[in-house]
């Protein structure tokens, strides 16, 4: 079963994407801020991360850093999770080390597809 680490301070939209996720066979972990996402992504090892942006104690840009800047988590892939669709802001994800981008409200199956694109191409790079 693939394992996703939501790092999202919003208890509704943290709540009602997880229940999505669940519905969909996926594990999902919960952390609520950067500092909270950056040591799950070692202890839980996930497949995938999907990384608000707008965290407190730590933005999701940083954290994003950290976890890409450690050997045991770099090869993680994130999603970046905003609600900042203005031009630029999916550069500055990429950039932060972020696979790939999503906008809030989340459209579940663009979303699902992001997720199945980069795992597989995850799985094809291990081997």
């Known amino acids: 079963m693939v394992k996703i680490l939501l ?3 919003n ?9 999505r996720l669940v519905r969909k066979k996926f ?6 801020d950067g500092v909270e996402g950056v040591e799950m992504s070692i202890s839980e090892a996930p ?5 608000d942006m707008s965290l407190p ?11 890409k800047a450690n050997p045991q988590t770099k090869s993680i892939p994130v999603i970046a999770m905003t609600a900042h669709a203005m031009t630029g802001d999916r550069e500055k994800c990429l950039q932060a080390g972020c696979d790939d981008y999503d ?7 663009r979303l699902l597809d992001k997720i199945k694109n980069l795992i597989s191409k995850n799985q094809a790079n291990e081997t």
């Open 103 to 109: 906008t809030k409200p989340v459209e579940l199956s």
């Open 27 to 32: 594990e999902v972990v919960i952390a609520v």
């Open 7 to 9: 790092v999202e301070d």
């Open 11 to 19: 208890e509704m939209n943290r709540d009602m994407l997880s229940r």
């Open 47 to 51: 497949n995938i991360i999907i990384m």
């Open 57 to 67: 104690e730590l933005d999701g840009w940083e954290a994003t850093r950290k976890i």
